[in-house]
Each structure stands twice: as C-alpha cells, then as structure tokens.
C-alpha cells in the first residue's frame, strides 16, 4: 500500500497578491510640451478625458437611462453644450490608462495661439461648469481630433 500524499500549494502561493500593484497608464499626465516644431515634432493636445464611466454617471446624474442611451446622450448632451464655444473646444480622443477615450480639447502645441489656450482659465472653468468636475485638464498625445 503506497502511502498518501497530501500536496499544499498553500505555501507556494501565500503572499502573492500582497503585493500586486494596478498597472502604471499607458500615458502619464505631461507637463506642457514645448511648441510643435521641426526640432519637436510631438503633438499634443491639452484635454479633459471624458470616460467610458465618467459619461455613463454624468447621464445619470443629469437624468438620463440606460447604459448606452446614458454615454450616448450625455455626450451629445455635453457636446451641444460645449457648441457655443466654437473652435476653441473640439472633441477628440486620446488614452486614459490604456483605454481609448473621448475627450473634449481646449489647447494643443499646434501653434502659438493654439497654446495660448491653455492659460485660458475662463474657457477651462466653462468645460469644467458643464463637465461638472475640479479636475484639471491633461496634455497628452491624441489618437484623433
């Protein structure tokens, strides 16, 4: 008669998920980029992310249901809104942690004037009223404006 054995994995795998870390985005927040130019040929856009998530509570924070109809309304809704400011604001979309997301543009390294934007605090205060967030917005590469 062979004797039992009893295996334990337990030791092998204690401690493994104390020291997990969530994964580092894609993309860090940048500093301000130095002008688009032949010597800097990176483009940037400065920009409020507007998440999967942050759209669907934005809708139900402002009465819309249903998860699809919730985003979609609220970006049309956030759109319509942002309208009146004409070129100054654009949508776009950029990553947030990985993810592709859409966002609304208030500045890029385009031009001076376009950089210009970004020490526009009442344009910023106006996306943020509508956006309804403190957040500041970010520079980052965009994937599409």
């Not at 980029?33 to 999967?52: D, I, N, R």
């Not at 910023?124 to 599409?144: D, H, S």
Request: charged letters at 20%; glycine letters at 6%.
């Amino acid at each position: 008669m062979l004797p039992s054995l009893t295996l334990s994995l337990q030791p092998l795998f204690s401690g493994i998920t104390d020291n997990v870390q969530p994964p580092k985005p894609k993309t860090r927040p940048r500093r301000r980029p130095p002008l688009y130019s032949a010597a800097h040929p990176h483009f940037y856009v400065l920009a409020f992310p507007t998440t999967y998530f942050f759209l669907q509570q934005w809708g139900i924070d402002h009465g819309f249901t249903g998860s699809e109809a919730e985003t979609t309304a609220a970006w049309r809704t956030i759109s319509s809104r942002l309208w009146d400011l004409g070129p100054r604001c654009q949508q776009g979309v950029i990553y947030v942690e990985g993810i592709e997301s859409l966002c609304i543009v208030v500045a890029s390294n385009r031009t001076a004037a376009d950089m210009a934007r970004a020490d526009d605090q009442e344009l910023i205060q106006t996306v943020k009223t509508v956006l309804g967030t403190k957040e500041k917005p970010v520079w980052r590469k965009p994937i599409q404006i």
